[in-house]
């Protein structure tokens, strides 16, 4: 079992940044893989990027403006969101699963966070 806690979500202008952060309880922190997913309103809920012990996966519309990350030791996994879009406006979720090949699929996920609002303006 883990649990997950998202922050860091804001209303931002187009072209800032945002961090977002996901801590995980549970000692065993380094044998998940993690994942993030948004979803705007009124749209499915699609994946972000996500990462294991050793690999990185992006989703092609994020690709060069996203960086996802963990700090095992802090039990936390980032999101660093660059050049902000207004279509990158949704609910962003943390998402955990048993460490192996990276998924996309949402429903490859046991494990999700409550969801942090981020918000672009034009």
């Known amino acids: 079992q883990v649990q997950l806690v998202e922050s860091g979500g804001g209303l931002v202008q187009a072209g800032d940044s945002l961090r977002l952060s996901c801590a995980a309880s549970?000692?065993?922190?380094?044998?998940?893989?993690m994942g993030w997913f948004r979803q705007a309103p009124g749209k499915e809920r699609e994946f972000v990027a996500a990462i294991n012990w050793s690999n990185t996966y992006y989703a092609d519309s994020v690709k060069g403006r996203f960086i996802i990350s963990r700090d095992n030791a802090k039990n936390t996994v980032y999101l660093q969101m660059n050049s902000l879009k207004p279509e990158d406006t949704a609910v962003y979720y943390c998402a955990a699963r048993s460490t192996g090949v990276l998924r996309i699929q949402f429903y490859e996920y046991s494990y999700w966070g409550q969801g942090t609002q981020v918000t672009v303006s034009s």
């Open positions: 549970g000692r065993t922190f380094s044998l998940y893989d």
